[in-house]
């Protein structure tokens, strides 16, 4: 089947041989870096290449294959030939079998994985490490929904019999960012495999390496050829091509709020393609006044400082209830400069690493200097950590005014601001003054007002006395510009069936 369709397409299969890699902790291993296309890694169409970089040193890591709209079309026709054979309509459980010995793979190659994501992204060990973690649980989470996604019966009286089924899309588009290139990766191609459906999937250009190791994990588990494809390349071509194609029936993307838009207008004029969307926030976090300061501060460093807050979810304004927003601030900035630690991703001691890449190091760094111009104070923070590797120090601004960019505007990185509320109302309206609702904290020890409050933020998920702070089994995604769908959960599967209903008259 694969020449046949290489031979109908015009398309060139050559194979592209992985590359020996020695992570900076010592690991070696094989790096794939072809197209990961009907199984087989090939070289792009027109043979470009992506440099990947590792942003803690700015130094080369690897080149992999960057695809062409030719190398997407024969992604598109190997996943639909997959998806029309014996995939989309075997025993589901067969299905979750193929997913479980994937996470299996995945659990004893863990150590390595996560220092591909730390050398590739720039986040700290630890962090990695909790990444591959709940990847391994989400995996087998959405395995065990195998079973449980028939449908339904319905009663209209005895004259009539009627049940629905719920069925795969088919071929799905899949486009992720770099902030998680393996969590992101399993959110989308977990649920849409376990439903029936088949994939390409485009990692973002910065951070590809873990995608195609894990395309190399889906052969290994023998997840049948053309299921999952993997063809890493720029956004605004291969991305498009995914977005634009008549084929295509769903697409889940994950990134900026701007792109997102563009997406769900291309993916409505192409062919009317099913789309969830997980966009940007400026989320806000709650400090009522009977909070234990002690354990608050730890749950605001991993609001906003965890993966060097580049978290769509980010708990990125603090809002402090005025009785305790001086103690507060103080405790916060001596937490900051005695306990966090920024540098090398491979140093434990380290809760901050680098920031992902150039572009995103130089827009914080942007955002740092309006934030200066705007007025607003800086408590702690506010430049750059060495001249090598794109570091930054925690920043924190207090005494802010609502209507500053710095307040208004998505940074994605390691800055926070910080301002005060008197009431409950007024906390929720700060809250909710925003065009985003992807996530939001409370910090009290009185369960009411935490309850009452979660249920007014106009937020996605709501954390009390945590953060960023991830389950396999509980769903993410967001209201107004954060977007609409869900992941993980029971709820993902809504985005990757469709329900057929049946009705039959009885004689």
């Known amino acids: 089947m694969s020449s ?16 020996t ?9 094989e790096q794939p870096t072809g197209l990961f296309i009907n199984n087989q890694f090939i070289r792009s169409q027109d043979g470009s290449t992506l440099k990947v970089e590792n942003p803690s040193t700015e130094e080369i890591i690897v080149e992999v294959q960057s695809a062409t709209a030719q190398d997407v079309e024969y992604a598109v026709e190997s996943a639909e030939a997959a998806f029309n054979s014996e995939w989309s309509s075997m025993d589901p459980r067969n299905r979750a079998a193929y997913l479980v010995k994937l996470a299996n793979l995945i659990e004893e190659k863990k150590e390595l994985i996560a220092s591909i994501e730390s050398t590739d992204n720039g986040k700290a060990l630890a962090l990695a490490r909790g990444d591959v973690g709940l990847v391994i649980d989400y995996i087998r989470s959405a395995a065990g929904y195998a079973d449980k996604l028939g449908g339904r019966t319905i009663d209209t009286g005895d004259g009539y019999a009627n049940f629905t089924y719920r069925e795969p899309i088919g071929v799905c588009g899949q486009i992720i960012p770099w902030n998680f290139p393996l969590m992101m990766l399993s959110w989308k191609i977990a649920p849409a495999l376990v439903a029936g459906n088949t994939v390409i999937l485009k990692p973002a250009s910065p951070t590809p390496l873990n995608a195609l190791f894990f395309a190399s994990l889906c052969k290994e588990a023998g997840i049948p050829a053309g299921v999952v494809n993997i063809v890493p390349g720029p956004g605004r071509s291969v991305g498009d091509t995914i977005t634009n194609h008549p084929k295509i029936r769903k697409i889940a993307f994950t990134g900026s709020t701007d792109i997102g838009r563009d997406v769900a207008i291309k993916a409505a004029q192409s062919n009317l393609k099913k789309v969830t969307l997980e966009l940007g926030g400026k989320s806000a976090h709650l400090v009522f006044a009977d909070a234990n300061i002690k354990k608050t501060i730890p749950n605001l460093v991993n609001g906003i400082f ?28 001596k937490y900051l400069e005695t306990e966090i630690k920024v540098g090398s991703p491979f140093d434990e001691s380290n809760f901050q690493a680098a920031i992902t890449n150039k572009a995103q190091f130089e827009t914080i760094l942007n955002y740092i200097d309006i934030g200066k111009k705007e007025g607003a104070k800086i408590l702690t923070g506010g430049e750059r950590v060495g001249n090598k590797g794109y570091f930054i120090r925690p920043t924190v601004f207090y005494d802010v005014k609502e209507d500053m960019r710095i307040v208004k505007e998505e940074i994605f990185g390691p800055v926070v601001t910080i301002s005060k509320f008197s009431t409950v109302d007024e906390a929720v309206a700060l809250a909710n003054d925003s065009e985003f609702g992807l996530g939001a904290g409370i910090e009290t020890e009185n369960l009411s007002v935490a309850l009452k409050v979660a249920k007014r933020l106009h937020a996605g998920t709501v954390w009390i006395n945590t953060y960023n702070d991830f389950d396999a089994a509980v769903p993410f995604g967001g209201y107004k510009q954060s977007g609409y769908g869900r992941e993980m959960g029971e709820e993902a599967f809504e985005s990757y069936t469709q329900v057929k209903a049946v009705r039959i008259k009885l004689e």
């Open 306 to 333: 965890k993966n060097a807050g580049q978290i769509c979810s980010s708990g990125s304004r603090i809002y402090v209830q005025d009785t305790i927003y001086d103690e507060l601030l103080s405790e916060f900035k």
């Open 21 to 29: 890699v020695t992570l900076p902790n010592g690991l070696t291993y």
């Open 4 to 19: 046949s369709l290489a031979e109908k397409l015009n398309v060139k299969i050559v194979e592209q041989k992985p590359v």
